[in-house]
């Protein structure tokens, strides 16, 4: 049953379809995307993260230490910060933004909008925009040159992006909008200008991951444990936060070529 409090926020929802935007069909297997948004609070941070970061443990994902009032939004919005490949469209700063890949094979119009609209029900304070191409994955160039430089897809230099946005999502005020290109072009342009910040290294795909850095640690992690009526020191138990992130510790410790310790959290 819905509570009062969602019936006001769908009584208030809007959809807007631009009429070209209903006939936008994506031939990439999996479309290039980037995201640009109007910085959120710590706060309201802290709750997209403890709410639609991918759980990072079994456990946590099943019925023995489960996570409440998830909302996942596997093809586009997803925050995975604790896994060894760490990225998100949220940081625990408030930053907004990232460039990836759809976790949807062949999207289609009302796959996108069935990802998307239980984010902005989840969060109306949210306003961004999601910008994507026919790419599968990288622009062809970029596929062309893999053979001699295994980096173009790290790097992400693509300076015809803008001009190959084929499609755009505008979450804002409790609305969601499906741009048709035009439109979307200019406000992903507008969002870039606005919040794309003098480094957008930050939102590539590989920025984290090839820098061994994490934006999140485990005291993060437990506080998001704790809000979901958890106790840490239970959920984590076997785990260890390491290089990697946060892995099991016989995991760690094989990787590392040393045997097994007794549980200890106090790095965790």
């Keep these: 049953m819905l509570t009062e409090e969602a019936l006001q926020t769908l009584e208030h929802f809007h959809l807007v379809i631009d009429p070209e935007a209903a006939n936008v069909y ?6 290039y995307f980037r ?9 309201q941070a802290f709750d997209i993260l403890r709410r ?21 939004c596997s093809g586009f919005l997803d925050n995975s910060w604790f896994r060894c490949f760490p990225q998100g469209w949220v ?47 990288a622009p062809d160039y970029a596929w062309d040159a893999l053979s001699e430089d295994d980096e173009v897809f790290e790097q992400e230099d693509y300076p015809d992006f803008l001009e190959n946005i084929v499609f755009g999502i505008w979450l804002h005020d409790n609305t969601v909008e499906l741009m048709a290109p035009e439109r979307a072009r200019e406000k992903y342009a507008e969002y870039n200008r606005l919040y794309g910040g003098p480094n957008e290294e930050i939102f590539k795909a590989f920025y984290y991951e090839s820098r061994g850095l994490y934006p999140v640690d485990c005291a993060y992690l437990k506080r998001m444990i704790r809000s ?41």
């Design 26 to 31: 994506l031939e990439a297997r999996r479309p």
């Design 35 to 43: 995201v640009r948004g109007r910085p959120v609070t710590e706060e």
């Design 52 to 72: 639609t970061n991918i759980p990072p443990t079994h456990d946590m994902r099943m019925e023995r230490h489960p996570w409440k009032d998830l909302v996942y």
């Design 91 to 137: 940081l625990p700063d408030g930053t907004v933004g990232m460039n990836g890949i759809s976790g949807i094979k062949y999207p289609y119009l009302d796959e996108i909008a069935c990802e998307i609209i239980p984010v902005e029900f989840a969060f109306p304070y949210l306003d961004l925009v999601i910008a994507m191409t026919d790419w599968n994955e």
């Design 228 to 268: 979901h009526g958890l106790d840490p020191e239970e959920v984590l138990a076997g785990y260890e936060w390491g290089p990697m992130g946060l892995q099991r510790k016989e995991s760690f410790y094989l990787s590392a070529g040393r045997p097994p310790a007794a549980p200890n959290l106090e790095n965790c």
